[in-house]
């Protein structure tokens, strides 16, 4: 039987959450990173999601965002600026 915060991959890559926090924001039609990011600061107002998921997401927000903007600004230099 699978615990309550065990996290799984959802529909938003690179995201992993409770099944039941991938529910609720299928059911609130947050789709992507940036619509996420933009509800942060309301999920406890979801219904189905508790103060402790909302915790776990915004945790799991921050993991992925840092990682999000390293890939982003990462530069590739040729060999001959080494």
């Given at each position: 039987?699978?615990?309550?915060y065990?996290?799984?991959?959802?529909?938003?890559?690179?995201?992993?959450?409770?099944?039941?926090?991938?529910e609720?924001?299928?059911?609130?039609?947050?789709?992507?990173?940036?619509?996420l990011?933009?509800?942060?600061?309301?999920?406890?107002q979801?219904?189905g999601?508790?103060?402790r998921?909302?915790?776990?997401?915004r945790?799991a927000?921050?993991?992925?965002?840092?990682?999000?903007?390293?890939?982003?600004?990462?530069?590739?230099?040729?060999?001959?600026?080494?």
């Amino acid at each position: 039987m699978p615990h309550f915060y065990d996290t799984c991959a959802g529909h938003i890559e690179g995201l992993y959450l409770p099944p039941v926090a991938w529910e609720v924001l299928r059911r609130e039609n947050i789709q992507t990173l940036d619509q996420l990011r933009a509800n942060a600061d309301q999920l406890e107002q979801f219904d189905g999601i508790s103060v402790r998921i909302a915790q776990v997401i915004r945790l799991a927000l921050a993991y992925v965002a840092p990682f999000e903007e390293q890939t982003a600004s990462t530069t590739h230099y040729d060999s001959w600026s080494a």
